[in-house]
Each structure stands twice: as C-alpha cells, then as structure tokens.
C-alpha cells in the first residue's frame, strides 16, 4: 500500500489490484474508477445507450423466467432473416472492438427479440432463444469493457435462462464461458474456476469421444483459458501455465487455422497466445508469455478484439522488461485500430500512467497522444 501511495508500485496487474482490494475490503470495480466515461473519439457515445441495454435486459429476464401479464414492448419484429441480420452485425461490431457501434445496436435488438419470445412458438421461439443467447454474451462483453460489471452479470445470467430453455450442452458450456468473463471483472477468481470446471465436466463426454465436435473441443480449450487467467491473477503461476498447456494441446488438435468463430471464443493457437501473454505479465513472467506459443502469427486471428487485447498484454509485458518505447509503440498502433476499446482498458491505462510517470523521450508524441485520449491529465 505504501509502494503504491508514493508511486513506487504501479497498478498494472490484476494479481496486485485484487490483492490490495482484499486487503482494504473494497471492489476492483471501484478501485480501478470504472466506469470510464471518456469524451475523446466519442467515448462517451457508448454510455449512452446504457439505461435502454438495462431495462431490455431486465425484461428479458421476467419474460425467461415466465412471468405472467407481460406484454410486447413498442414496435418489434419477429421476422428470423431480420433477427438473424441484427445478431450478426452485432458479432461484427463485437470482433471489431467498435464498443459505440456495439452498444447503439444492443437494446433494439434484445427488445426484438424479448417480443419474439412473447409472441412466437414453435422453431421461431427456439430460434429467438438462441438468438437471446448470442445477444445476451455479447451484451456481457460489451458491457465489461464499458466498466459495468454488475450489469454485465445481469446479461450473463439472461443469456443463461435462454440457455437451460434449449437443454444444449455446447450452448450451456458457451453460457458458463461468459460467466467466467463476468467473474473475472469483478475479481471473482475462485468462483471463475468453479463455474468453468463444472462445464468441462459436462462437456467431457463430447469431447473425450473418439471423434469429438469441433464446437466441443474449441469450448473446452476455451474454458481452460479462463482458469489459466483466473489462476495467473491469483499468483498461482504453475496451475496457470498448465491451463494453458492444456488450452494449446485442444488448439492443436483443431489445427493451425482453426478459430470458433461461432460460439464467440474465437477459440484457436492464435488465441491462446493472446491469454498466455497476460499470464506472463501478472505471473511477472512476461517473456515467457510472450513466446510459450510457438510458431503463431496473432495478427491473422479473425477478430480486432483479441488481436487488441493481445497489443495490450503485449505492451504490458514489454513495459515490465524494460523496453518502454516498443511498448508506447504496440499502444499507439493498438488505439489507432480500436481507440474505445484501448483508452478503456483499465490495464492499457495503468501502464501509460506508469511510462509517463518515467518517461519515455523517444516516444514522448505517442505517448502524450495516450494520455491526452485516456484523460488521464487533467
């Protein structure tokens, strides 16, 4: 606490944040300042559309839970092929890191689809509940990296309820990954590995088959990375790296090339790279991070937000070995890509405070750019 109160100890980890938060009994939610309502490149726009994204989401979980006397809200549409258009320009947003485009389109959709399982039956009622799947974890998502962990969980749960109402056990293990995602915002860690480790058990029948689904076998590797996160952030580095180890032996088998784009995981080696180097970082061993991956191009994974995410962790590491400018460097390119997405991550924050508290001369634009668009001067 006192490395901290005099600068001496960035809070660049979530293994040390959690650890303050509990020693002095507060929420990592709070410590970190969430949520970050920030004005440049619109940050603000996003934050926005968040009353209309809780009050569906609420009416989502009354009409799943089968609350009687509700009624559609509004003008609605229940037609498949424009239920089906909404849900995949949402995942695009999504994969883009494009959290204002992402947060305008949620509500209207989960209204359209809260008024199909209002009114339809039938495959179209099992359609819109699938749908409510999907929308409700990319709602968990979005609403995480806007800062609203509560809410988050709220989604999370939404996306449970249309769950347990199809009785699928790849869609269930979907559902279980995103409540990890939850969790782990809210620094939940030994529940994250509770809840990841029950949904491995159920997928291990699938997935231990002679001939596994491919949907099991990327929903498995991707349930190992949540607890391989979730112990990194525990400071149980050896149960971390065997996560991963286990993630990367799944990821061969899928091949090369594979990525689970359906599901949302976009599971695949590239992918696990990017979760190996934020082992590395908050195990404090951030080249090893860097390189337990071989022979893996990140930049081809098919989604901005990982390859985003993985520039972050990249830069994390490379801060904490020395080699500040090349991490100024990753963070700039990063925000140029996804600029919302950087500027609000609390980690991508912390290590731009700690390089400008130190300085770094040859990139002191790039640098000044970071904390000018983070607000992190006043």
């Not at 149960?239 to 286990?246: E, L, N, T």
Request: glycine share 6%.
């Amino acid at each position: 606490m006192a490395n901290v109160e005099s600068g001496r100890q960035p809070l660049d980890r979530y293994s040390v944040i959690t650890a303050i938060a509990d020693q002095t009994d507060v929420d990592v939610v709070w410590l970190l300042g969430q949520p970050y309502r920030l004005q440049h490149h619109s940050g603000a726009i996003a934050h926005a559309h968040i009353p209309a994204l809780r009050a569906g989401l609420r009416r989502a979980g009354l009409i799943l839970s089968g609350h009687p006397g509700l009624s559609q809200h509004g003008t609605t549409t229940t037609e498949p092929a424009r239920m089906h258009a909404a849900s995949w320009e949402a995942n695009r947003a999504r994969q883009a890191a494009n959290l204002p485009r992402l947060a305008s389109l949620l509500p209207a959709m989960i209204e359209d689809l809260n008024g199909a399982l209002l009114t339809a039956e039938g495959r179209i009622r099992e359609e819109a509940l699938r749908l409510m799947v999907d929308a409700a974890r990319t709602a968990r998502m979005c609403l995480n990296s806007l800062g609203y962990p509560d809410l988050a969980w709220s989604a999370a749960e939404v996306a449970a309820g249309a769950a347990t109402a199809l009785d699928d056990p790849i869609t269930k293990a979907g559902v279980a990954w995103d409540r990890c995602g939850a969790l782990l915002h809210q620094a939940s860690l030994a529940e994250t590995v509770v809840v990841a480790e029950a949904a491995l058990r159920d997928l291990e029948p699938l997935a231990a088959a002679p001939q596994p689904p491919t949907a099991a076998l990327a929903m498995r590797g991707a349930l190992h990375l949540r607890c391989a996160i979730a112990h990194a952030r525990a400071t149980r580095g050896t149960d971390a790296w065997a996560r991963v180890s286990a993630a990367l032996e799944d990821a061969d088998r899928l091949g090369p090339e594979f990525y689970d784009l359906e599901s949302q995981t976009v599971f695949g080696r590239g992918t696990v790279a990017v979760h190996a180097a934020e082992v590395g970082v908050e195990v404090d061993q951030p080249e090893t991070g860097l390189t337990t991956v071989p022979e893996v191009h990140v930049s081809t994974v098919p989604s901005r937000e990982r390859r985003t995410h993985f520039a972050i962790d990249e830069a994390r590491a490379l801060h904490r070995m020395g080699r500040n400018a090349s991490a100024v460097t990753k963070l700039r390119s990063a925000a140029s890509a996804a600029p919302h997405y950087v500027f609000g991550d609390p980690m991508a924050r912390a290590a731009v405070a700690d390089m400008a508290r130190i300085g770094v001369p040859s990139q002191a634009s790039a640098l000044s750019y970071l904390v000018r668009n983070m607000e992190l001067a006043r």
